[in-house]
């Protein structure tokens, strides 16, 4: 029974320090946590929770869905509250700078220990203040601490259709240049098929779909000092090169494109090439779709001098640090379960993304796109570290769609983009 039907089962009686006792008595068994997940990823955590971790632990995991945004308004409410309805945070790691500081130093619960196995960027996007890159001012004299575990490996993969590609004779690209040469071929020579395609939506489809190009043509978004880098040269050439070359071989409605519209257009084959994510991949070669055997998968492409900066999308799961020590100690079990080698060879049987090198290397064949999600892994660039990302992300995204759609130039959307951003941090402390 969970905790919420606990409590109404005890009508309006149980109040005051009645409440706090009985409670306090249920939770410290502990023989049962909760953690609310999102429903996508969060479905596969449930099955994996159920299917082994219940059983090797012997702690029932009551798991709650919640739809993305709801999840995200439901952990800040959790950690502003200092509240214990949920044992276990399940974190997607752009929330993760405004949420670590209410979860616990994981090390400490883990019976075993971290596993070695672990790739090194899923380990370090994990930690709070950031191990790499500049600081929020709050943080700024702390050191790194292990706060969660990442239990979805997902990063940025590409998709190319190698039919195409052989029929206009062009190797699987390498570089963002090959991607533009092999793409205005196909564009030209292969009726009712365009080269590449845009997820061009605005806000964060926009912003995540250009990341992996505005990093490796222009490097990090921000310096040190929290300057914006992207107004420079080659950040403005970067956008160019995205709104009007690659723009030229995408469809012309790119401006309106999220995640559905480029599943479709790989998986019917009117697009040849698009950089993508490993739920994107599955459902884009899935047993209906006619361009299932003609899809491959790479890794993101590099700039002409081999940098290349897939963009990481993990999700973390933390201790709460307002719930019970009892609750913390089962936490930590069954954290340690789900990322143990035995469960997630379970995982990947059941449809998971893995984030330990063993598991990888044992189950290449799992999924069409592990090898290339596996060497993406090993390049993987987080998004920048701070609790104001998401409004950084809006006006990034704003200005990147003002420029596909035409109203304003490269220049001006990354001039744009520098002045307000640059304001929000100023306000903020940052400088």
Same mark, same amino acid.
């Given at each position: 029974?969970?905790?919420r039907?606990?409590?109404?089962?005890?009508?309006?009686?149980?109040?005051?320090?009645l409440?706090?006792g009985?409670?306090?008595?249920?939770?410290?068994?502990?023989d @049962?946590? @909760?953690?609310a997940?999102?429903?996508?990823e969060?479905?596969?955590?449930?099955?994996?929770?159920d299917?082994f971790v219940?059983d090797?632990?012997?702690?029932?995991?009551?798991?709650e869905?919640k739809?993305?945004?709801a999840?995200? !308004?439901q952990?800040r409410?959790?950690?502003? !509250?200092?509240?214990?309805?949920?044992?276990?945070?399940?974190?997607?790691?752009p929330?993760?700078p405004?949420?670590?500081?209410?979860?616990?130093?994981?090390?400490?619960?883990l019976?075993?220990?971290?596993?070695?196995?672990?790739?090194?960027?899923?380990?370090?996007i994990?930690?709070?203040? +950031?191990?790499?890159?500049?600081?929020?001012p709050?943080?700024s004299?702390?050191?790194?601490v292990l706060?969660?575990?990442?239990?979805?490996g997902?990063?940025?993969?590409?998709?190319?259709?190698? *039919?195409?590609?052989?029929?206009?004779?062009?190797?699987?690209? !390498?570089?963002?240049q090959?991607v533009?040469?092999a793409?205005?071929a196909?564009?030209?020579?292969?009726?009712?098929?365009?080269?590449y395609?845009?997820?061009?939506?605005?806000g964060?489809?926009?912003? *995540?779909?250009?990341f992996?190009?505005?990093?490796?043509?222009?490097?990090?978004?921000?310096?040190a000092?929290?300057?914006?880098q992207?107004s420079?040269?080659?950040?403005?050439?970067?956008?160019?090169?995205?709104?009007?070359?690659l723009?030229d071989?995408s469809?012309a409605?790119?401006?309106?494109?999220?995640?559905?519209?480029?599943?479709?257009?790989? @998986?019917?084959?009117?697009?040849?090439?698009?950089?993508?994510?490993?739920g994107?991949?599955?459902l884009?070669?899935a047993?209906n779709?006619?361009?299932?055997?003609?899809?491959?998968? +790479?890794?993101?492409?590099s700039?002409?001098d081999?940098?290349?900066?897939?963009?990481q999308?993990?999700?973390?799961?933390?201790?709460?640090?307002h719930t019970?020590?009892?609750?913390?100690?089962a936490?930590?079990?069954?954290?340690q @379960?789900?990322?143990?080698?035995?469960?997630?060879?379970?995982?990947?049987?059941?449809?998971?993304?893995?984030?330990?090198?063993?598991?990888?290397?044992?189950?290449?064949?799992?999924?069409?796109w592990?090898?290339?999600?596996?060497?993406?892994?090993?390049d993987?660039?987080?998004?920048?570290?701070?609790?104001?990302?998401?409004?950084i992300?809006r006006?990034l995204?704003?200005?990147?769609?003002?420029?596909?759609?035409?109203?304003?130039?490269?220049?001006?959307?990354?001039?744009g983009?520098?002045?307000?951003?640059?304001?929000?941090l100023?306000?903020?402390?940052?400088?």
């Amino acid at each position: 029974m969970g905790r919420r039907a606990i409590l109404s089962a005890g009508g309006t009686m149980l109040t005051g320090g009645l409440l706090s006792g009985c409670l306090g008595t249920i939770r410290r068994s502990a023989d @049962s946590i @909760s953690i609310a997940a999102t429903e996508g990823e969060g479905r596969l955590f449930r099955r994996l929770t159920d299917e082994f971790v219940a059983d090797e632990t012997g702690i029932e995991v009551n798991v709650e869905l919640k739809p993305y945004d709801a999840l995200y !308004e439901q952990n800040r409410k959790l950690l502003a !509250e200092q509240n214990d309805e949920f044992d276990l945070v399940f974190i997607d790691d752009p929330w993760f700078p405004q949420f670590a500081s209410d979860l616990e130093p994981i090390r400490q619960y883990l019976p075993d220990g971290v596993p070695a196995e672990y790739i090194r960027t899923t380990l370090d996007i994990a930690h709070w203040p +950031t191990p790499r890159g500049p600081l929020p001012p709050e943080v700024s004299d702390e050191d790194p601490v292990l706060r969660g575990l990442v239990v979805v490996g997902n990063t940025q993969i590409f998709a190319y259709n190698a *039919t195409y590609f052989d029929q206009v004779g062009y190797d699987p690209p !390498e570089t963002y240049q090959d991607v533009l040469e092999a793409g205005r071929a196909i564009d030209a020579e292969i009726d009712g098929t365009h080269g590449y395609v845009i997820r061009g939506a605005q806000g964060n489809p926009i912003v *995540t779909n250009f990341f992996p190009v505005g990093f490796s043509q222009a490097g990090r978004m921000f310096d040190a000092d929290w300057r914006f880098q992207w107004s420079s040269r080659e950040g403005i050439e970067a956008v160019r090169f995205f709104v009007q070359e690659l723009a030229d071989i995408s469809p012309a409605d790119v401006t309106k494109y999220n995640e559905d519209e480029v599943v479709t257009a790989l @998986s019917h084959g009117t697009v040849a090439q698009a950089s993508t994510w490993p739920g994107t991949a599955s459902l884009a070669i899935a047993e209906n779709s006619p361009s299932a055997r003609d899809l491959k998968f +790479t890794v993101i492409p590099s700039n002409a001098d081999g940098r290349r900066a897939p963009q990481q999308g993990n999700w973390i799961v933390g201790i709460n640090s307002h719930t019970t020590e009892a609750a913390k100690k089962a936490g930590g079990k069954v954290i340690q @379960s789900f990322v143990s080698k035995e469960g997630q060879e379970r995982y990947v049987d059941i449809g998971g993304v893995p984030f330990r090198h063993d598991t990888f290397e044992n189950n290449l064949d799992a999924q069409p796109w592990f090898e290339a999600l596996y060497e993406s892994l090993q390049d993987a660039q987080w998004r920048p570290r701070t609790p104001l990302w998401s409004i950084i992300e809006r006006e990034l995204g704003v200005r990147l769609h003002s420029a596909l759609g035409g109203p304003i130039s490269a220049d001006e959307a990354m001039r744009g983009a520098e002045t307000k951003i640059e304001n929000v941090l100023e306000n903020a402390g940052y400088y």
